[in-house]
């Protein structure tokens, strides 16, 4: 069980919560961060679009940007090849346009997850080439294609990668890599793929400017795939929410109101669990492609159109991943040892490849451990999806089992990977053996730290509306989460959508009552609390706004 640790009140930060009319317990939170003058404050809080770095920061901006020119004035076919998640339609759907509007002969190629998989395909480049394409530029894959770099500059195609993953021990000989993952080649490496495309299309563009309204793909896709809320990641968030909520295009319009997303409220949450997921629906269940002309239609017809596709492939991912975790919940529960729980590794063959990866998020809500879900195939491989804890890195510790794997790539919280059936249970006894001690060490230092110990009636609309400042949260800006101790839940707890808890708790003298909401917490409240009333609960304290009345709303993350 997670200890849960309370850090202790600052007291050293009033003169500065003072200065700056920020409520002093944020001020705290903001100075355990870092962040201990009232500029570094300021700067976080308000972050300004000159904190962006220039483009040409990347030692190989120069080098990719003449080599796009060079392509557009000589008339040669360019193929823009990306990748079937959010990250990789909204990077394809950022620079797609560009090109085509500089005048380029552009196509897009958006590889199908299951034909076709991850990264470079052989298959699909030599199709291309075929066809006379003398430009290839990646977004969101490629850093781990060596072979398929290798086979395109034999062929005397140009490559430019902008991808974001971590390369494996050797970099592909591409004529440009854009990246900030790379050491001594420039840029921020919490940049996702569409942030790095939107770098690429401002140093072509040659104006911040005309590359501006691209910001509501950018926050789309970096939010969409977890990307750290860090470095010039909270720059680009915090300006393009707003862009996002006000986007004119038809494909964003109809995603927001077929997914029920009000622009005037549009959050992060919004993002990750409404827009997110549809789009992903379409590479995990069909074609990519309808996500990609959903973003890139000027159409209002169409994008109502696509957007019905995209929702109707939605909930068919909702039905069939379902049924996967709950087979896999039950094989995590029934037939893995207590040596087999560091890093929790399922499979079967009944599994769709397109939801691996939700399944593997759930577990590790559920069980608090990082896990790869494995999808077995008739012909004895299994393609898998792996998912981690903040303070855990699963690229690295799969990395030193690739010996027992066809194929693997990805980053500190997400990984893919392929392997042989007679492999599975060495790489599951490996992969755990070397988790358990790193999983000992990081708790013992981790736990749960919690911002403060409160009391209801110190949750005032005030403190909370500093506390949002804080937003966007996500990785590397961790949501404040404050403990609440012998909360009595009044009346009954509710099921609200698929597996959403809604409850009202009051403190034991009952003087202040609030809503208690849980996302994805309902199963696992009614399969651990057995009907007890009181308990201590972990939360953020959230303002929510229904026909112009604030309200208080606390957005439950566990409970003893």
């Not at 480049?125 to 781990?144: H, K, P, Q, Y």
Request: proline residues 4%; charged residues 25%; contains cysteine.
């Amino acid at each position: 069980m997670t200890d849960w640790r309370v850090h202790p009140a600052l007291e050293e930060v009033a003169p500065l919560a003072s200065q700056l009319q920020i409520h002093p317990l944020v001020v705290s939170i903001l100075f355990r961060r870092g962040l201990h003058s009232a500029a570094d404050i300021t700067r976080f809080l308000e972050p300004s679009l000159s904190d962006l770095q220039d483009p040409f920061i990347f030692s190989d901006m120069k080098i990719a940007v003449e080599r796009i020119q060079k392509a557009i004035a000589e008339k040669v076919k360019i193929l823009v090849y990306g990748d079937y998640d959010v990250d990789g339609v909204t990077a394809s759907a950022i620079l797609y346009p560009v090109l085509r509007s500089m005048g380029a002969d552009v196509e897009i190629h958006l590889p199908h997850r299951i034909k076709e998989g991850y990264g470079l395909n052989r298959t699909s480049l030599e199709m291309w080439v075929e066809r006379g394409v003398s430009l290839v530029i990646t977004v969101d894959n490629g850093i781990t294609s060596l072979d398929a770099v290798r086979f395109l500059k034999e062929k005397g195609v140009g490559v430019i990668l902008v991808d974001h993953h971590v390369p494996k021990d050797e970099v592909p000989p591409a004529d440009a890599i854009l990246s900030g993952a790379l050491p001594g080649r420039g840029g921020d490496p919490s940049l996702a793929a569409c942030g790095l495309a939107f770098k690429l299309v401002w140093a072509l563009l040659g104006d911040f400017e005309k590359a501006k309204p691209y910001l509501d793909l950018v926050t789309l896709g970096t939010i969409a795939d977890l990307a750290p809320v860090e470095g010039e990641n909270r720059v680009l968030l915090k300006w393009g929410l707003p862009v996002l909520s006000r986007s004119k295009r038809p494909g964003i319009r109809a995603l927001m109101n077929i997914a029920s997303v009000h622009p005037e409220y549009l959050s992060y949450r919004d993002i990750a669990f409404g827009l997110g997921p549809r789009i992903n629906a379409a590479g995990r269940m069909g074609s990519a492609m309808h996500a990609f002309k959903l973003l890139t239609t000027d159409n209002d017809l169409e994008a109502r159109n696509l957007a019905q596709i995209l929702e109707a492939g939605n909930r068919e991912r909702q039905r069939v991943e379902a049924e996967a975790y709950r087979q896999a919940a039950l094989f995590v529960e029934e037939k893995l040892s207590k040596e087999e729980r560091h890093v929790l590794i399922v499979e079967s063959g009944d599994w769709h490849e397109g939801v691996l990866g939700i399944v593997a998020a759930r577990l590790v809500e559920r069980f608090q451990r990082p896990a790869i879900v494995i999808a077995m195939r008739e012909d004895g491989t299994g393609k898998g999806s792996g998912r981690s804890l903040p303070h855990f890195s699963i690229f690295h510790h799969v990395h030193q089992c690739e010996d027992l794997l066809e194929a693997f790539g990805g980053h500190a919280q997400a990984c893919g990977l392929t392997l042989r059936r007679e492999n599975l249970n060495e790489f599951r006894r490996r992969l755990n053996e070397l988790a358990a001690r790193t999983l000992a060490t990081s708790e013992e230092s981790e736990g749960l730290w919690l911002e403060g110990e409160l009391r209801p009636s110190q949750l005032e609309a005030a403190f909370v509306r500093d506390l949002e400042k804080l937003a966007p949260f996500g990785p590397g800006n961790a949501r404040p989460l404050f403990i609440s101790r012998g909360m009595h839940v009044r009346g009954e707890v509710k099921k609200r959508g698929k597996d959403t808890l809604q409850c009202w708790m009051s403190d034991a003298e009952e003087k202040v009552t609030c809503e208690v909401v849980g996302f994805r917490s309902y199963e696992r409240w009614q399969a651990q609390t057995q009907k007890k009333r009181e308990f201590d609960i972990v939360y953020q304290p959230t303002l929510r706004n229904f026909n112009g009345i604030t309200s208080i709303t606390l957005e439950l993350e566990s409970w003893r």
